[in-house]
């Protein structure tokens, strides 16, 4: 079974697209289904496997599109990115910030994301910095 959910949202960075997908742990034969699982499909590794091969299709067609856009199925840390990650909402929590309700978590990923903001702009004065300081040595 597949979910696609298209993640519209007012504010393009906060649109979260996504789909569920659900397999059967149960191999098909003959017979029809099996009565005993497949269990490797529980796996961190194929879990892994299966997102990576996602995210390597994800981005070829963003290449084939020339779209200027990227995704990886690797955590913040390990593609070397020092951000926070914001936390998940949860169903309930998610439905109360729709509708302009804040909760908890919704006000701890909006202090989160305004660190991350401030991290931004306090990097991007740091380099027109730096490109000054450079521009004033050549002359």
Do not use: Y
Not at 16 to 40: E, Q, S
Not at 115 to 138: F, V
Request: proline share 4%; glycine share 6%; net charge positive.
């Amino acid at each position: 079974m597949l979910a696609i959910h298209e993640g519209k949202h007012e504010d393009p960075q906060k649109n979260n697209p996504h789909a569920h997908i659900l397999l059967t742990d149960r191999p098909v034969g003959p017979d029809g289904f099996c009565t005993k699982k497949d269990r490797t499909w529980n796996q961190v590794s194929q879990l892994n496997q299966w997102r990576q091969l996602w995210a390597e299709k994800q981005n070829q067609l963003f290449r084939d599109r020339h779209l200027d856009i990227q995704v990886s199925h690797e955590s913040l840390e390990v593609q070397g990115i020092q951000r926070e990650p914001t936390l998940p909402l949860g169903r309930a929590a998610a439905a109360l910030e729709r509708k302009g309700i804040q909760t908890e978590r919704g006000n701890r990923n909006r202090e989160i994301e305004a660190r991350a903001e401030a991290q931004r702009e306090a990097a991007i004065l740091h380099k027109q910095k730096m490109r000054e300081r450079r521009r004033g040595r050549g002359r």
